[in-house]
């Protein structure tokens, strides 16, 4: 049930203190990027993590003033989160004023057991696979989940540095197992800084440790991009800009070699 004065409060706050850099850069993604349309069936996707509490506050705020005649449903994958976190969780839901729905999967248990060392990546494919069912049983054309704009960067590093490609976490993606499921991310254009500011401004209680791999800090390379870019935001203030600008305003003239869609590689010399 929804607490309705702590919900005013977070309205307010995404109206007011929050307006530019959380909601306004939320409508920005939606408009610019064509994320949602009229009679969309949306399906947020929820971690319990500080990104999807605010996809789904936007959500909320989004649905009172641009309804645009939308169905959201919230959703969450429990694949074995600790008690501590999922009682925490659902005190932040209520009052940012949603009622989700939960739906257990074995996924965690399956990846530790395929990839005990290393099950982070099997269990990221696992988790979407998961949802892209579960939004399309709930009868939703699209699944939001709550990248923001320095995931994209981070993504933007990570494949340069270890798979030597230049590709980016798009806005939006078709799925290719899913007929008539879209991908999409409304928060693209919102930093972390700002998430971490909202969710400390109302108290929420986030809990970033909910399932055994979190525990082990498996993932030291989306960290390392963390901890680049950090320090490269020390020397040049708009680093984390260009980085995400480069990838669209890129000079195919200008490269080795390029890939157009799922065909072969295009060779610079091929039009030399």
Same mark, same amino acid.
């Given at each position: 049930?929804?607490?309705?004065?702590?919900?005013?409060?977070?309205?307010?706050?995404?109206?007011?203190?929050?307006?530019?850099?959380?909601?306004?850069?939320?409508?920005?993604? %939606?408009?610019?990027?064509?994320?949602?349309? +009229?009679?969309?069936?949306?399906?947020?996707?929820?971690? &319990?993590?500080?990104?999807?509490?605010?996809?789904?506050?936007?959500?909320?705020?989004?649905?009172?003033?641009?309804?645009? #005649?939308?169905?959201?449903?919230?959703?969450?994958?429990?694949?074995?989160?600790? +008690?501590?976190?999922?009682?925490?969780?659902?005190?932040?839901?209520?009052?940012?004023?949603?009622?989700?729905?939960?739906?257990?999967?074995?996924?965690?248990?399956?990846?530790?057991?395929?990839?005990?060392?290393?099950?982070?990546?099997?269990?990221?494919?696992?988790?979407? &696979?998961?949802?892209?069912?579960?939004?399309?049983?709930?009868?939703? #054309?699209?699944?939001?989940?709550?990248?923001?704009?320095?995931?994209? %960067?981070?993504?933007?590093?990570?494949? %340069?540095?270890?798979?030597?490609?230049?590709?980016?976490?798009?806005?939006?993606?078709?799925?290719?197992?899913?007929? &008539?499921?879209?991908?999409?991310?409304?928060?693209?254009?919102?930093? +972390?800084?700002?998430?971490?500011?909202?969710?400390?401004?109302?108290?929420?209680?986030? #809990?970033?440790?909910?399932?055994?791999?979190?525990?082990?800090? %498996?993932?030291?390379?989306?960290?390392?991009?963390?901890?680049? *870019?950090?320090?490269?935001?020390?020397?040049? *203030?708009?680093?984390? *800009?260009?980085?995400?600008?480069?990838? +669209?305003?890129?000079?195919?003239?200008?490269?080795?070699?390029?890939?157009?869609?799922?065909?072969?590689?295009?060779?610079?010399?091929?039009?030399?």
């Amino acid at each position: 049930m929804k607490e309705t004065n702590y919900f005013n409060y977070i309205s307010k706050s995404l109206n007011k203190t929050y307006k530019s850099v959380l909601f306004g850069r939320f409508l920005r993604a %939606i408009d610019d990027y064509k994320l949602i349309q +009229e009679n969309d069936k949306i399906c947020v996707a929820l971690s &319990g993590g500080k990104d999807s509490l605010l996809l789904a506050a936007l959500f909320e705020e989004y649905k009172l003033h641009y309804n645009n #005649n939308i169905e959201v449903k919230y959703l969450m994958m429990n694949s074995g989160f600790t +008690e501590k976190f999922l009682v925490d969780h659902a005190e932040n839901i209520k009052k940012i004023g949603i009622e989700q729905i939960t739906k257990d999967s074995l996924v965690y248990e399956i990846a530790n057991r395929m990839s005990p060392d290393s099950p982070c990546f099997l269990c990221a494919r696992m988790r979407r &696979g998961f949802l892209y069912k579960a939004a399309q049983e709930l009868g939703c #054309n699209k699944l939001a989940l709550g990248h923001h704009f320095d995931d994209v %960067i981070e993504t933007t590093l990570m494949n %340069i540095f270890y798979t030597g490609t230049f590709k980016t976490m798009l806005p939006k993606a078709k799925s290719k197992n899913y007929e &008539g499921l879209e991908l999409i991310r409304p928060m693209y254009l919102i930093k +972390e800084k700002d998430v971490e500011r909202f969710i400390k401004y109302h108290g929420l209680k986030v #809990n970033p440790k909910g399932c055994l791999f979190q525990e082990r800090n %498996i993932d030291s390379k989306r960290q390392e991009m963390k901890q680049l *870019i950090d320090k490269l935001r020390d020397t040049y *203030i708009n680093t984390d *800009i260009n980085i995400f600008r480069s990838a +669209e305003n890129i000079n195919l003239s200008s490269v080795l070699g390029y890939y157009e869609d799922d065909a072969e590689k295009v060779s610079f010399l091929d039009k030399y």
